[in-house]
C-alpha cells in the first residue's frame, strides 16, 4: 500500500529536551516536505527536500532542523524544543507536479 | 504573509443543503489550485484541484468555481451529507521550480442531519 508512516503518532516532552520525528514514504517520491497546522493557521510549511542531500527552509524553519540522507526518509529534529512548537506536524510527499501525499500526523507537546 | 485568504472559519449545513467555501490569492504566479480534505485524526487528502485555463471542475457532488480576474475561488459540496463533516483546506502552487504549495487557514465543516 501507498503511505506516508509518521512515527511516534503523539508525544509529550520538556522543554530543551532533543527529539526526532521519523517520516518514510514508499512511493519512491523525490519531493518531501514538513508542515505544521496550528488552529486559525492553516498547514505551513517547515522545511522541504526536493531529493537526497536537497533541502531548504520552508515559511517557519526556525528551530527545526531536517536531513534527507536517503530517498524515502526525511527526518524532523528539534534539537531544544519550546512551548511554541507545540502542535500537529505532518510529513508530505509527492512527484514533480504530482498529488501531495500526507502521513496520519504527529501531535506533539512540550511543556 | 498569508498568499491564500480562505473564509469562513467554520460553517454548519443541513443534511442536503450546498456548502460553500471561498478562498482568494494574491500571487498572480499560482497556477494551480487543489482543496484538500482532512477528517480528524488523519492527514489532508487532496479531494479536487483546478487550473485557471477552465472556471469550472466537477466531480461528483463537489465543484470548483475559479475567478482568474478577481484571483478568487471556491469550494460548492452540493447535496451535504454528514459524511463531508471535515475540515477543508484551499490551496495554491505554480508550476516553476519547487512549486510550493500554499494552504489556506482552513474550513471546519458540520453537516447536521
Known amino acids: 500500500e501507498a503511505q506516508v508512516t509518521q512515527n511516534p503518532r503523539y508525544l509529550i516532552t520538556v522543554t530543551g529536551k532533543k527529539l526526532t520525528v521519523t517520516c518514510s514514504q514508499n512511493m519512491n517520491h523525490e519531493y518531501m516536505s514538513w508542515y505544521r497546522q496550528d488552529p486559525g493557521l492553516g498547514l505551513r510549511q517547515i522545511y522541504y527536500s526536493m531529493n537526497v542531500e536537497v533541502t531548504d527552509k520552508g515559511d517557519v524553519p526556525e528551530g527545526y532542523k531536517v536531513s534527507r540522507k536517503e530517498k524515502r526518509n526525511f527526518p524532523l529534529i528539534l534539537e531544544s524544543p519550546s512551548p511554541n512548537q507545540t502542535s500537529l506536524y505532518f510529513c508530505a510527499s509527492r512527484y514533480a507536479g504530482g498529488e501531495q501525499y500526507f502521513g496520519p500526523g504527529t501531535r506533539l507537546t512540550v511543556t | 504573509q498569508q498568499q491564500v485568504k480562505q473564509s469562513p472559519q467554520s460553517l454548519i449545513v443541513q443534511k442536503g443543503g450546498i456548502s460553500i467555501i471561498n478562498c482568494a490569492y494574491e500571487?498572480?504566479?499560482?497556477?494551480?489550485f487543489p482543496w484538500y480534505q482532512q477528517f480528524p485524526g488523519k492527514g489532508p487528502a487532496l479531494l479536487i484541484a483546478i487550473r485557471p485555463d477552465v472556471s469550472e471542475k466537477k466531480e461528483g457532488r463537489f465543484t470548483i468555481s475559479f475567478n482568474k480576474s478577481a484571483k478568487q475561488f471556491s469550494l460548492h459540496i452540493m447535496d451535504s451529507q454528514p459524511g463531508d463533516s471535515a475540515t477543508y483546506f484551499c490551496?495554491?502552487?505554480?508550476?516553476?521550480?519547487?512549486?510550493?504549495?500554499?494552504f489556506g487557514t482552513g474550513t471546519k465543516l458540520q453537516v447536521i442531519p
Open positions: 490551496a495554491a502552487s505554480h508550476s516553476g521550480g519547487y512549486q510550493k504549495v500554499t
Open positions: 500571487n498572480t504566479a499560482f497556477d494551480y
